[in-house]
């Protein structure tokens, strides 16, 4: 029996804007106007400042851990741009530039770092998830929203972030799986910076690419420059076309790098190269941005100046609004799981104690809560 | 988790700068009393057990106190800074905050230059520049001159050796700072314009000082207790106060041990340290002297035998010394503990190593000999019962059976919890590491 090949496969890797500012135009012209890419500076600018601010409050005790979005806004940006407003955007935590974009007020970031759970309270009309912090889990979200979606007829697309190492948990594995198997308009992105917190890409996959993984489910892959805006609105576009026109996933693998820690509770010095860390630096998705606009003389050291004071002035009031939102009330970390909420809780609720904590309740069970009793 | 900050601006408590940080160490100030900051200008840098952070000002006012000095290790929920009247007044009510807040972002903006250099290409450059210049500390005259060389004539250099004074502390008034030696009689007080009674000892003819820069006093550098250097001291400390000491040696004659590390070495085409061989033989004479492989829970006043082994390894590295610990060493075969050894020290030596890794352990081994020395008093590794310290192997001529033969002997030094372990016990189980060190074939056989 001759031995024949049965299946081929390639990675293509798509490049537009690159790090010295070199524009493939045959690729990337018309792809962006240039009204929109001086927008997309400007709230990339914006993001960045916010992404500072940020830090410096969970340092001075003014919010809880933080991850630092810095070095990868041009990922989630570039596919918020593509996408249309009633797209699901189903993100894990470092992806606030395309959140903004795709409507999520600012504030809301802030407040979910700050433990309100109101921060993930999304806006009617805003398709966002809540930030997903367990890794993994908004995979199986999106594909269960792309499918609730073809169910109803709908013809909205999720389009999911993760990273390098969510690709490594069975629940990327059982999304793709059902994505691919079900024809569901699902665009995956795998935003790969390198290291899951401490644990370098190279170590938890064997393959050259991570874009490969999702060849096994049969879907199409792509690798794409992830700190390159006009590289994921082509890469997002077409696979965004392939998901609402076929209903069929695709698998994208941004390649970027996160500047900063991996959140306020680490140190990234302690297991990466500052030499690697200062060639990224150079790859910054934003400096290339204003390389493109200052060849094109979209842009000034005035504007320039004017952007930095709004950013200033727009993320201080968003600090504002965060910081000065009414208290929350003990009840709010019953209210927001539920649609009704269950007896138990419901007595947990009204006497504002549990078993759990060795407070037996049940001296207030009979008065307060007799219609409710305990299962 | 965020703490809460007060409502008026007083004052600043110290946050939880990581996640479940309790406590950090205050490393420098960025700032000094009495003045102005911005809001997110960074005050203090701090070293948590994670990381060196920056910690900003959470708002804009004047520093009217920090509390805590350099080298402080500072609670979380402390405060770390009061704020004068400057802030106070803006806070009070809502609205007048809210006119505080736009006058800062106007200031702000004023200021713009400096801040947004960081804001486009990252922060770290433009944030580090603008605090450069609040670090460089106030110095007073007389010190000033002292960082760098003085200026004076060969006889006035003179005068000040033979007073025994370093001319570099002594702040010059003569022509383009000169040191007169007017200035060198002023410091040491036989000046006519000052007489300090207290001074005058130092006028006292000494004799000549080392050709070094030194200090009156003689301190070259003062050195704070800080960072992995504190961890030491703290431990060490604890240990001498607590454990009972005592100390058994003996020599173990390594000659058949050294030949097979030898043959080893040949079949596997590198150097096998005698490390191995000696941890090899501690498992298993912990396995048949248990009461030294414990740990001793003070408060309880409990001794712990432990079931497992871990061996710490006592690593000398830049920052100091550390001790790494390889968790059931008893179930390693030689070459795997060989391994181990050398990756923990790798570790260690470039501070990748993870917390954990240096806590847990049962007993410890320090391979001092690799430095030199023969016999020592190693320090227990507290809550730990005993440690060994290996010296320097040497050839020796030693003697059996009435016959002189040239040999090598290893240098042991046990040093036990008298409290837990008897003197017997600790000579038996030294006794029972130097037998298998003797007989390589029983302590590698099974």
């Known amino acids: 029996m001759p031995v024949k090949t049965v299946y081929e496969t390639s990675i293509e890797h798509v490049s537009i804007l690159d790090e010295h500012g070199k524009f493939d135009a045959k690729l990337g012209e018309g792809l962006i106007p240039d009204e929109d890419v001086v927008k997309l500076y400007e709230h990339m600018s914006v993001c960045r400042h916010y992404d500072e601010v940020a830090f410096k409050l969970q340092r001075s005790g003014r919010m809880g851990t933080y991850p630092q979005n810095m070095g990868q806004e041009a990922a989630s940006l570039g596919a918020a741009y593509a996408l249309q ?3 699901w955007f189903v993100t894990c935590y470092r992806e606030n530039a395309g959140l903004f974009w795709h409507g999520l007020p600012m504030e809301h970031v802030l407040l979910h770092w700050m433990g309100d759970e109101r921060g993930n309270e999304i806006p009617e009309g805003c398709y966002c998830t809540p930030l997903a912090i367990p890794i993994g889990t908004q995979m199986l979200h999106a594909a269960g929203l792309a499918w609730a979606a073809k169910y109803n007829g709908e013809n909205r697309i999720a389009c999911t972030f993760f990273g390098d190492g969510a690709t490594s948990e069975g629940d990327f594995h059982e999304a793709a799986n059902f994505a691919a198997n079900l024809d569901l308009p699902v665009v995956f992105v795998c935003q790969n910076n390198s290291w899951a917190i401490s644990v370098p890409t190279k170590i938890q996959c064997s393959a050259p690419t991570v874009a490969q993984r999702g060849i096994a489910y049969g879907m199409p892959c792509v690798q794409v420059d992830g700190n390159d805006l006009f590289a994921m ?22 390649v970027t790098y996160r500047l ?31 390389l493109f606009l200052d060849e094109r003389k979209l842009w000034t050291t005035k504007k320039e100046e004017a952007l930095q004071a709004s950013a200033k002035e727009i993320v201080s009031a968003v600090v504002k609004r965060a910081e000065e939102i009414a208290e929350p009330t003990t009840n709010d970390i019953f209210d927001h799981t539920f649609a009704e909420i ?18 037996d309740p049940s001296p207030l069970r009979d008065t307060q809560a007799a219609s409710a009793p305990t299962r | 988790m965020a703490i809460k900050q007060p409502a008026d601006k007083s004052h600043f408590i110290l946050p939880d700068l990581g996640e479940g940080v309790h406590e950090a160490e205050l490393i420098r100030w960025r700032v000094t009393p009495g003045e102005t900051v911005e809001e997110h200008q ?30 402080d290790v500072l609670v979380v929920g402390s405060i770390l800074v009061e704020y004068g009247t400057g802030s106070k007044a803006g806070a009070a009510s809502p609205p007048k905050a809210a006119k505080n807040a736009s006058i800062t972002a106007k200031a702000a903006e004023a200021n713009g230059e400096r801040e947004d250099a960081g804001t486009v290409v990252g922060s770290v450059d433009a944030t580090l520049r603008v605090s450069d210049a609040f670090t460089r500390r106030r110095h007073d005259p007389a010190t000033a001159t002292r960082t760098g060389k003085a200026l004076a004539t060969p006889s006035v250099r003179r005068i000040a050796r033979e007073r025994g004074v370093d001319i570099n502390a002594v702040a010059g008034t003569g022509r383009g700072g000169r040191v007169t030696a007017s200035d ?38 003062r050195i704070p207790f800080r960072g992995v250097r504190r961890k030491i001291a703290n431990a060490l400390d604890r240990s001498v106060k607590t454990a009972v000491h005592f100390t058994v040696v003996d020599e173990a004659d390594v000659t058949a041990l ?121 320090i227990i590794n507290y809550p730990e019962v005993a440690i060994l310290a290996a010296g320097r192997a040497a050839e020796r001529v030693l003697t059996k059976n009435g016959m002189f033969y040239a040999g090598v002997i290893l240098p042991l030094s046990l040093s036990c919890d008298h409290r837990v372990v008897d003197g017997a016990e600790g000579a038996r189980f030294l006794n029972t590491v130097v037998k298998l060190l003797e007989d390589p074939e029983t302590l590698l056989g099974d």
């Open chain 2, 258 to 378: 050294e030949a097979k590390r030898a043959e080893y070495g040949r079949v596997l085409g590198r150097k096998i340290s005698l490390l191995p061989f000696v941890m090899t033989a501690v498992c298993r004479a912990l396995r048949i002297h248990p009461s030294l492989n414990a740990n001793v829970d003070d408060e309880q006043a409990e001794i712990l035998i432990k079931g497992v082994i871990n061996l710490g390894c006592a690593v000398d590295t830049e920052h100091g010394l550390m001790v790494p610990v390889i968790d059931e060493a008893d179930t390693l075969s030689l070459l795997q503990l060989a391994d181990s050894v050398g990756e923990v020290a790798r570790s260690c030596r470039n501070r990748t190593i993870d917390r954990e890794r240096l806590v847990g352990g049962t007993f410890t081994i320090s391979n001092v000999g690799s430095y030199g020395g023969m016999f020592a008093t190693p």
């Open chain 2, 42 to 71: 960074v005050i203090a840098e701090m070293e948590t057990d994670k990381a060196l952070v920056e910690v900003p000002s959470p708002w804009a006012g004047t520093i009217a106190k920090l509390n805590g000095n350099e080298g």
């Open chain 1, 85 to 87: 407003k009633d797209d």
């Open chain 1, 342 to 359: 269950p007896p138990n809780l419901r007595v947990q609720r009204s006497t504002l104690r549990t078993h759990s904590l060795g407070q």
């Open chain 1, 260 to 290: 900063g820690d991996h959140t306020t509770a680490d140190d990234a010095r302690r297991y990466r190269d500052a030499d690697e860390v200062e060639m990224w630096k150079k790859r910054d998705p934003l400096i290339r941005l204003r």
């Open chain 1, 233 to 254: 609105v082509k890469v997002i576009r077409d696979a965004a076309v392939r998901a609402r026109d076929e209903k069929r996933p695709t698998f994208i693998e941004a």
């Open chain 2, 184 to 221: 060198v009689l002023a410091f040491t007080g036989d000046g006519n314009a000052v007489a300090t009674p207290g001074r005058t000892a130092a006028a006292i003819p000494s004799p000549p000082p080392a050709p070094v820069t030194l200090s009156a006093d003689g301190i070259a550098e």
